[in-house]
């Protein structure tokens, strides 16, 4: 039982990185592909009518560890204090500029909204991949099963570590990186003209880029963290995480030379998926590593809610999942197909 809803937590997880993550590829690359104002409406369009249904898959992530690990939930939400209102407030600010950029028919409110859209997603890429990059690191657990962590202490990753070191900040900006390439590859499926070349072009730079990237953060992790190796090669479900990120990163770069572009953008979330997939699968059962002693390690076991708790809230759970995916599956066919900014309600975007 506590496997499975570690599984349901880990996937609510996913799917809300691979779809709201394109929304921060397409606010870091907002200013630099989109060169007037119709072309930067073109942009905000693509993820207009969406941005705020993705969270809603976020909000599920923190549903299912407030139900089945509540003990997690406690720890890590004061250990993260600083880090989740630093999310928080670039959540917000994302939200006020795609819905209140356009209420004003100025050229400079229209321009500040523009710097705070791609300001907000670059810091929010930014901070889930050091979030990323701290799991895998571990923190600094105590023996009662609290932690909390400074901005930054001396910049290593043992001991009494803080939010940023070496290796999160170069986790950061590979996720920044990787979220970048997976939103010009949403903008090439979505839009047309002078922003779907530039979107094109762009997405063919970063993927080259990303097998250096991911080389350099795969050796860092083995020296940051070694026995995540051996569990990854002793563990069935993450060599299926690696075949499904392989199977998208074909399908990314030879959707790019054939000009497939539905088939490049599906390979990307199946890469994202494939990496969350194998890293859930990595770490289990240890989730908040102990960098002082590994005894002190939180873990799904020791964090759950008893198994009645578990088996009452998996009754409903089904449900709630279902009409999620009924809404997610009528929104998303709503609005398929290339941008059309005539068609557009957004407001003077």
């Not at 523009?114 to 990059?133: M, P, R, Y």
């Not at 099963?145 to 290593?156: C, I």
């Not at 002693?293 to 759950?304: D, G, I, K, R, V």
Request: neutral net charge; proline residues 3%; contains cysteine.
């Amino acid at each position: 039982m506590i496997e499975l809803w570690y599984a349901l937590m880990a996937l609510m997880l996913t799917i809300y990185v691979v779809l709201d993550g394109r929304n921060f590829g397409v606010g870091v690359l907002h200013l630099f592909v989109a060169k007037t104002p119709a072309e930067r409406r073109q942009v905000v369009a693509a993820i207009g009518p969406l941005w705020s249904w993705h969270e809603v898959w976020l909000v599920s992530f923190g549903g299912v560890l407030f139900v089945a690990f509540p003990r997690l939930l406690a720890a890590s939400f004061s250990g993260y204090y600083l880090a989740l209102f630093l999310i928080l407030w670039c959540l917000v600010l994302r939200g006020m500029a795609l819905e209140v950029g356009g209420h004003v028919n100025d050229r400079m409110w229209h321009s500040f909204w523009d710097v705070v859209f791609t300001v907000a997603s670059v810091l929010l890429a930014i901070l889930f991949g050091v979030a990323l990059g701290d799991l895998a690191r571990g923190v600094p657990v105590d023996p009662n099963g609290n932690f909390s962590m400074a901005f930054f202490t001396n910049f290593g990753v043992r001991g009494n570590v803080g939010l940023l070191d070496w290796y999160t900040v170069s986790m950061g900006v590979v996720v920044l990186v990787f979220l970048t390439a997976h939103g010009a590859t949403y903008l090439t499926l979505k839009t047309e003209g002078p922003v779907h070349d530039r979107c094109a072009i762009i997405a063919r730079r970063l993927w080259i880029v990303m097998p250096a990237l991911f080389a350099v953060i795969s050796l860092e992790t083995l020296f940051v963290r070694p026995a995540l190796a051996w569990e990854m090669a002793g563990n069935p479900v993450a060599w299926l995480g690696i075949l499904v990120f392989l199977a998208g990163a074909v399908a990314v770069f030879t959707g790019l030379r054939g000009q497939l572009e539905r088939r490049a953008f599906i390979g990307s979330g199946a890469m994202i998926a494939g990496l969350l997939a194998t890293g859930a699968a990595t770490i289990f059962p240890v989730i908040l590593y102990s960098t002082l002693e590994p005894e002190n390690s939180l873990t799904a076991y020791n964090t759950s809610a008893s198994l009645s708790s578990l088996e009452q809230a998996l009754v409903w759970w089904p449900f709630a999942f279902g009409l999620t995916c009924a809404y997610f599956w009528f929104i998303s066919r709503h609005y398929t197909g290339k941008v059309k900014v005539t068609e557009d309600t957004e407001g003077s975007y």
